[in-house]
T-cell receptor, first 109, second 116 residues
Framework: GQNIDQPTEMTATEGAIVQINCTYQTSGFNGLFWYQQHAGEAPTFLSYNVLDGLEEKGRFSSFLSRSKGYSYLLLKELQMKDSASYLCAVLDSNYQLIWGAGTKLIIKP | ETGVTQTPRHLVMGMTNKKSLKCEQHLGHNAMYWYKQSAKKPLELMFVYSLEERVENNSVPSRFSPECPNSSHLFLHLHTLQPEDSALYLC???????????????FGPGTRLTVL
């Protein structure tokens, strides 16, 4: 079966760095997405990785290792507004998105 | 502003009611999706429409009935729902241009549904 694993909840301190991991087992691979979802709001697109390596976009970076079935989202200089759920999703060989359950990130002052 | 709107934002209904959820996308996309989001569970894909044709129906109970009159509008008709259907219902759209290699989905704000 297809499976996406990510931690249920993480806590970090304002100004610090946090890494949210995602491992996947899917039938085929056409890319991995990270979305941010604030409570009661729509998921919003953060990043897309299809090749191995690190993609940097401001304070957020996303890493992919296809051979390990592994990705992480790195958030630097954390701000209170980064408190949200972070969703990992993989586009499989049928171009269907397989979703993880999300990681709730709590930022403390 | 994500370019995908949903109405209503909140809905409370009894098990015998009939109601409809509406989604509209202003992004010129070819595909639209309905998802169910329950607490601490992955997003569950319910239906996919591509160019107004239903291309996926993931074993969703018949009490949920989708309608896609054109590529910009998507409805989810609800009837005789159960309390376990209470959840956040999200609509999304995407370009669905596979030759580009990726197909990023953009979401609406969702409808919070409570079934009493």
């Amino acid at each position: 079966g297809q499976n996406i694993d990510q931690p249920t909840e993480m806590t970090a301190t304002e100004g610090a760095i946090v890494q949210i991991n995602c491992t996947y087992q899917t039938s085929g691979f056409n890319g991995l997405f990270w979305y941010q979802q604030h409570a009661g709001e729509a998921p919003t697109f953060l990043s897309y990785n299809v090749l191995d390596g690190l993609e940097e976009k401001g304070r957020f970076s996303s890493f992919l290792s296809r051979s390990k079935g592994y990705s992480y989202l790195l958030l630097k200089e954390l701000q209170m507004k980064d408190s949200a759920s972070y969703l990992c999703a993989v586009l499989d060989s049928n171009y269907q998105l397989i979703w993880g359950a999300g990681t709730k990130l709590i930022i403390k002052p | 502003e994500t370019g995908v709107t949903q109405t209503p934002r909140h809905l409370v209904m009894g098990m015998t009611n009939k109601k409809s959820l509406k989604c509209e996308q202003h992004l010129g996309h070819n595909a639209m999706y309905w998802y169910k989001q329950s607490a601490k569970k992955p997003l569950e894909l319910m239906f996919v429409y591509s160019l107004e044709e239903r291309v996926e129906n993931n074993s969703v109970p018949s009490r949920f009935s989708p309608e896609c009159p054109n590529s910009s509008h998507l409805f989810l008709h609800l009837h005789t729902l159960q309390p376990e259907d209470s959840a956040l219902y999200l609509c999304a759209s995407s370009p669905r241009e596979r030759e580009i290699g990726t197909d990023t989905q953009y979401f609406g704000p969702g409808t919070r549904l409570t079934v009493l």
